[in-house]
């Protein structure tokens, strides 16, 4: 008997000559007449009924027109067929040829060798020497063959022979399975899913327990228990689909049984991808029964026994970066019994990390206190669009991993910020490598006056001077390197350049710190050194400011014309400007400009800046200075106190103070109130009176535009 893919059996009657369907409603029908002692039936890859005449010495095939196709034809007695996975038609008979003996009505005599029909049509002789031949199984690379046993053995009643197919087609040794004497007269053979074989016996021998006619189960490790006896007369076995086992019982008029597999196990929710080495399986199945588990169709199978409520876990490893498709199969009787259809489901391993990239952000430097960046990744497994992201800016914690690809930040601190994002894949995968992007936030901006940007430069010290918008707050100033002079939103320097020079660099530093560049193209064109030097004295100080002016290397006759505010107006026109003066009633930044013309009319601009502080700005602006940090050294915060002091002098302060830890709760005894005294060119000079020990002290407190352009406290 066999059963096709839709469930439909078809059984094989030698007395009657006839094959029989019987479908799912258990309707039957005579599928095939007149057949000469059919036994053997077996379907091929197309599907096609193919069936062992015994008497006639032939297969055959049923063709959907109900015409049946001779197959091989002048054999002796074939009885039963299976066919391999190749196509390859498997033929238990008596001998490759008839011979001129008669055949016998009963089965006295009794297959003694297989052949093989190869895709071709070539028949051949595959095995011999056996004794009392029945049923063949094709599994995978191998034939499985039912017998008495071989000749030249000891003798035996019945043996399962295992035959590896070799890859030219030809059989290997024959070796027997399972214990000796289990069973006798094996009749038919069919192979589960997982490779067990089941047998018809008419006696079956299991530690000391003694049935007759039977159904045995031949396990891959060699072990045979008992699935079902007290039949009639077992013969022919089949699998259906879902893994039901079909007996044929019984002489004409006989029985077909069905015992029914479990069903496929239910599972409980899997990810479809991973990162895990492997994956734990649950779920619930039959009570008692036995977990199967094997990955992409592989021989290795993963075991676990099922609890009495038919709960189990199974863990199983994944194959690296690939999907994994698991089958996961119930055994009933916990083991012993039936195998059902599997259940399936695909987990793709993946761990591989993603790759991120910043799509979008603001430019560097931004005006802006808000920020938005965008963002996206690549992984080989996971779609751009279900990359989830998680990003940080300066330092602070990762964000927790979301599906948005865009960041936004409101109320930036004017700085240098550094933007960090990363991309998790389905698997949980992290990219180890943030994308970074990094900008300056200024609201510092900076309009540079003169020199325009682009503009070309003569070689030499010159005038730099421009606008930043520091919206009230103090701020220095530099231009490649040089503190500029800064006076509200006005800032002017005098700067080296050469042809060397080709960017003019002006940097921002608000007092806590934070700084902010950017970079204005000029070109430096050579040019010969000015003869001439523009002297101011004093070029800074206190409203209300009177400077005196001189101009050197002037060669008579000459003339010169002096703008001394820089308002574009001519304050003094003469042949010499030794002696001038003029007062800058008001705080300020000023830019005087001298004009000399020679002799031969050749005209010679050459600038000056002059700074006019407001006192009283200036003085609680520093005086503020030294309060905050004397309020650090009084709370003991070295490191802040140092803020105040300017970059040079900071070692020995730093050595003072911490001498001065003890005493420092106090400091206000050591570090009185300022006075202030004056302003002298980048110094602004205080006096601080002291008692001690009954004796007035006065000691200097100077003040100095730093490095950066900021006012820190130079020596006191």
């Known amino acids: 008997m066999v059963v096709d893919s839709q469930g439909v059996v078809y059984v094989s009657d030698r007395a009657t000559g006839t094959i029989t369907s019987i479908a799912s409603d258990r309707s039957t029908a005579v599928v ?77 005599a009794e297959p003694e060798v297989i052949l093989s029909r190869d895709p071709t049509g070539a028949l051949t002789l595959f095995a011999d020497g056996f004794r009392g ?75 000391e327990d003694r049935t007759r006619r039977a159904i045995a189960k031949l396990h891959q490790d060699g072990h045979v228990s008992s699935f079902a006896d007290g039949l009639d007369q077992p013969q022919g076995l089949a699998f259906d689909a879902a893994g039901n086992l079909y007996i044929a019982d019984g002489v004409s008029p006989g029985r077909v049984l069905r015992f029914r597999a479990p069903p496929a196990p239910e599972l409980s929710p899997l990810p479809a991808v991973t990162n895990e080495p492997s994956i734990q399986v649950r779920g619930i199945t039959q009570p008692q029964a036995r977990v199967d588990s094997r990955i992409d169709g592989r021989d290795t199978l993963f075991t676990t026994q099922g609890d009495p409520g038919g709960q189990f876990a199974l863990t199983i490893p994944l194959a690296p970066n690939t999907e994994n498709t698991l089958e996961v199969f119930a055994t009933a009787r916990g083991g012993e019994g039936l195998t059902g259809p599997p259940a399936e489901v695909t987990v793709r391993h993946d761990d591989v990390p993603p790759e991120t990239a910043i799509t979008g952000g603001p430019g560097s430097p931004t005006s802006e206190s808000t920020a938005r960046f965008t963002f996206t990744g690549t992984d080989d497994v996971t779609p751009p669009d279900t990359l989830r992201f998680a ?42 490598t943030p994308a970074t992007r990094m900008f300056t936030a200024s609201r510092f901006q900076v309009t540079l006056v003169e020199p325009a940007p682009g503009a070309t430069v003569l070689a030499g010290l010159r005038l730099v001077r421009g606008a930043v918008a520091a919206g009230g707050r103090e701020i220095g100033v530099t231009v490649n390197g040089v503190a500029a002079a800064v006076h509200g939103n006005t800032f002017a320097a005098f700067v080296p350049v050469s042809a060397a020079t080709t960017n003019l660099q002006i940097v921002t530093t608000t007092a806590a710190g934070t700084t902010a560049s950017q970079e204005v193209p000029v070109t430096v064109a050579s040019a010969p050194d000015s003869p001439f030097v523009f002297l101011a004295s004093p070029w800074s100080g206190v409203a209300p400011l009177t400077v005196s002016f001189t101009l050197l290397g002037v060669s008579a006759p000459a003339t010169v014309e002096a703008d001394f505010d820089g308002n574009g107006r001519v304050d003094y026109t003469g042949q010499r400007l030794e002696g001038q003066v003029f007062t800058y009633a008001q705080p300020g930044l000023y830019f005087p400009l001298v004009a000399v013309t020679d002799a031969q009319g050749q005209r ?40 105040h002091v300017a970059v040079r002098s900071r070692t020995r302060y730093q050595q003072a103070f911490t001498t001065l830890i003890p005493d420092l709760p106090t400091v206000d005894s050591i570090l009185s109130d300022l006075t202030f005294i004056r302003v002298r060119g980048l110094e602004t000079i205080f006096e601080m009176n002291r008692t001690d020990a009954a004796i007035l002290k006065s000691f200097e407190v100077r003040f100095q535009v730093d490095s950066d352009g900021l006012w820190r406290l130079r020596s006191f």
Do not use: C
């Open 133 to 207: 031949l029945r049923a063949v199984v094709a599994g995978d690379r191998v034939l499985y063959a039912a017998a008495a046993g071989r000749r030249g053995e000891v003798r035996d009643d019945g043996v399962v022979y295992r035959i590896p197919i070799l890859p030219d087609g030809h059989a290997g040794v024959p070796t027997p399975l399972g214990p000796l004497d289990s069973f006798k007269n094996p009749v038919a053979l069919a192979q589960d899913r997982l490779g067990a074989l089941f047998l018809t016996t008419r006696e079956l021998n299991l530690h």
């Open 32 to 108: 095939a007449r007149g057949l000469e002692r059919p036994i053997g039936l077996a379907f091929d890859l197309e599907g096609r009924l193919l069936v062992a005449e015994e008497r006639a010495g032939r297969v055959v095939r049923l063709e959907t027109d109900g015409t049946r196709t001779p197959l091989v034809s002048g054999v002796k007695q074939p009885r039963w067929l299976d066919v391999g996975e190749d196509g390859t038609l498997f033929i238990a008979a008596r001998r490759l040829t008839r011979g001129t003996d008669p055949e016998p009505d009963d089965e006295s």
């Open 604 to 643: 010679t601009t050459v600038p000056a800046v002059i700074q006019v502080f407001d006192r009283a700005v200036l003085d609680t602006l520093l005086k503020a200075k030294w309060a905050s940090m004397k309020d650090a050294l009084r709370r003991g915060d070295i490191p802040q106190a140092l803020t």
């Open 391 to 432: 990003w940080r800016l300066d330092s602070q914690p990762f964000s927790a991993f979301s599906s948005e690809a865009s960041a936004a930040f409101t109320d930036l601190a004017d700085g240098a910020h550094t933007f960090e994002v990363v991309a998790q894949d389905q698997a949980g995968n992290v990219d180890p």
